[in-house]
Nanobody, 120 residues
Framework: QVQLEESGGGLVRPGGSLRLSCAAS????????MDWYREVPGKQRELVAG???????DYADSVRGRFIISRDGARNKISLQMNDLRPEDTAVYYC??????????????WGQGIQVTVSS
């Protein structure tokens, strides 16, 4: 079982930036899919940014041009750079990873969620 730990959330003023990170507990041999979702009370969880292996990233229209999903140099970590944040970006953000570990085991895991609040 691969555990994911998110970090980097918090309170930021409109127009500010945050960088979310998602670290996996196991070394990853191959990362097939990496996503960032967000959820606000009363609404369905929304895919914010995602990328499949060998493909370019996809972004929700609401964040395109402001958010960037990336895989850090270490194979077991991904990030979401969020720029020009707006109050409507306030949500709990979740990372999702799917792939194969160094032990050659398939996995599909969610992070525990991290709060991002954009407010003046």
């Amino acid at each position: 079982q691969v555990q994911l730990e998110e970090s980097g959330g918090g309170l930021v003023r409109p127009g500010g930036s945050l960088r979310l990170s998602c670290a996996a507990s196991n070394s990853i041999l191959s990362l097939e899919r990496m996503d960032w979702y967000r959820e606000v009370p009363g609404k369905q969880r929304e895919l914010v940014a995602g990328m499949s292996k060998g493909h370019t990233p996809d972004y929700a229209d609401s964040v395109r041009g402001r958010f960037i999903i990336s895989r850090d140099g270490a194979r077991n970590k991904i990030s979401l750079q969020m720029n020009d944040l707006r109050p409507e970006d306030t949500a709990v953000y979740y990372c999702y990873l799917a792939g194969v570990t160094n032990q050659v085991r398939g996995f599909s895991s969610w992070g525990q969620g991290i709060q991002v609040t954009v407010s003046s």
